[in-house]
């Protein structure tokens, strides 16, 4: 067992990757398989078939414009007619309404979800906790967990509905699309484009992690405005799988496709991931937070969370966020005559977070890693008495402190999310999370503002 564990280990560090966010790049695991000087030649070397996938229209500004060409054995569009998968999901939803989720101002907070006994692999242990929006009117979100223990086995699925964002809390997934392998670690992430096909494998067994789903747009690196051309996340440290491929029948192979929050299924005899060479900017990747280049305040105040933003997708207004990733790393804080920790706040943007490993500056108590918590538009939150307390207890003698052992994440939506009714139901939810702060007391000491108004 330990020889075969340091197989899967040596396995998964020495696959190899191309790097940079949003580059046209190109990969072959045969040489020569890419065709030179056109896209769809008459006859494809090796004799493959040339097949796009568009993320974007056509006629998208080309800064904006994703597409990809794929040299594969067989095309994609080779498989029987979808149905709707039996059984049903009945927890994943893409079209956010009254008829699937509620709405409530109140904070939230969940325990970390049990992974389950029974074998449940990452398309079952999915589950939507809240969003907003349509992915068939293009425009919004969900926010998905899951808990597993158990790889895909002859299948792989297809999310037609948006770009999937991936933060592995527990255990490493190892992920194979069209494009090649991704071996993602708790501590990185990984994007996975719409349309592309994939399929998860467990080597760790138990695992849990978070999801972002965004329709109708992609992530892009934030602007950098006057921190200059540097900082933040590095383009260069954005990482995207070489080709790789699989070839012969695979009798029963199923294809599991994502349409509407519903999911289809459809019979094919061969494996999908058959890519033997591809080029484009339209790609799976992945990034390790450990590379991320954080910035703080060095003289006075807290700094507003989006200086740590990692990756944004926009909306047609400048500045206002479909979905931003954010994240609060290992850190220095050395802020004079401040109160270090996160500002209480009231926000016109919605705020799911989450814990990888370590704890959360704000939170003394009850947010664990694979916990979460929601602060809804313009619902108070901030750090909980304990915090609150041990904070001002240090006075002006607080020294330069680093913060370390900790990865804490934020979703931030401009959109009003609705929560799915199993999440605010849920065994695991919190219901006295309202009790950290209800111990705050008044330090307010009317005898020293009129001292003040004396002296003035």
């Known amino acids: 067992m330990a020889a075969q564990n340091d197989q899967l280990d040596s396995s998964f560090n020495d696959l190899d990757y191309l790097s940079g966010f949003g580059n046209s790049l190109e990969s072959e695991a045969i040489a ?21 996938i568009s993320g974007t229209s056509f006629t998208a500004p080309r800064k904006l414009n994703h597409r990809s060409w794929m040299y594969r054995i067989k095309p994609s569009v080779t498989h029987e007619p979808f149905a709707p998968r039996s059984p049903s999901h009945g927890k994943l939803v893409s079209e956010f309404n009254d008829s699937n989720s509620v709405t409530t101002p109140t904070q939230l907070r969940w325990r970390p979800v049990d992974i389950p006994d029974r074998p449940t692999d990452f398309i079952d242990g999915l589950f939507t906790v809240c969003g907003a ?14 808990t597993a223990n158990k790889s895909m086995e002859n299948c792989a699925l297809c999310n037609a509905d948006g770009d999937f964002l991936i933060v592995p809390q527990k255990g490493r997934l190892w992920i194979t699309t069209e494009c090649g392998k991704l071996h993602v670690s708790p501590g990185e992430i990984a994007v996975l484009p719409q349309g592309f096909r994939f399929s998860v494998e467990m080597p760790d067994g138990p695992s849990r992690g978070y999801v972002a789903e965004i329709f109708g747009t992609h992530f892009q690196l934030p602007d950098l405005g006057p921190i200059g051309a540097n900082g933040l ?28 929050g519903e999911l289809f299924t459809a019979k094919q005899d061969f494996s999908p ?9 339209y790609a799976p990747y992945k990034y390790d937070l450990s590379k991320f280049c954080p910035y703080n305040t060095v003289l006075v105040d807290h700094s507003d969370p989006s200086i740590n933003t990692v990756l944004t997708a926009p909306t047609d207004k400048p500045g206002v966020a479909l979905l931003d990733f954010v994240i609060f790393p290992p850190r220095w804080l050395v802020a004079e005559h401040t109160f270090r920790p996160p500002y209480y ?6 705020e799911f977070m989450g814990l990888i490993y370590g704890g959360y500056e704000a939170k003394a108590d009850g947010f664990l890693p694979g916990g979460a ?7 108070p939150h901030g750090p909980d008495t304990k915090t609150y307390e041990a904070t001002i207890a240090l006075g002006d003698e607080a020294k330069p402190h680093k913060i370390t052992n900790t990865m804490a ?13 199993w ?22 000491k009317l005898e020293d503002a009129a001292v003040q108004n004396a002296q003035i």
């Not at 929006?133 to 967990?145: K, T, V």
């Not at 139901?425 to 330090?443: A, E, T, V």
């Open 32 to 52: 020569g398989a890419l065709p030179r000087g056109q896209n769809s030649p008459l006859l494809c070397p090796y004799g493959l078939y040339a097949e796009q």
């Open 133 to 146: 929006g349509s992915s068939f009117l293009r425009h919004g979100y969900a926010i998905h967990m899951y």
């Open 233 to 260: 996340a590095a383009s260069r440290d954005f990482l995207v799988p070489k080709a790789w491929f699989e070839d012969g029948m695979r009798p029963g192979y199923t294809i599991v496709q994502k349409y509407g």
């Open 273 to 281: 991931f058959n890519v033997v060479a591809w080029h484009g900017n």
């Open 345 to 350: 706040h009231r926000n016109c943007m919605s």
């Open 373 to 379: 918590s929601l602060h809804s538009c313009m619902t």
């Open 409 to 421: 994440f934020m979703f931030e939506s401009c959109l009003m999310p609705r929560i799915c009714l």
């Open 423 to 444: 999440a605010l139901n849920s065994p695991f939810r919190d219901h006295d999370y309202y009790q950290c702060w209800i111990g705050l007391k008044s330090h307010f």
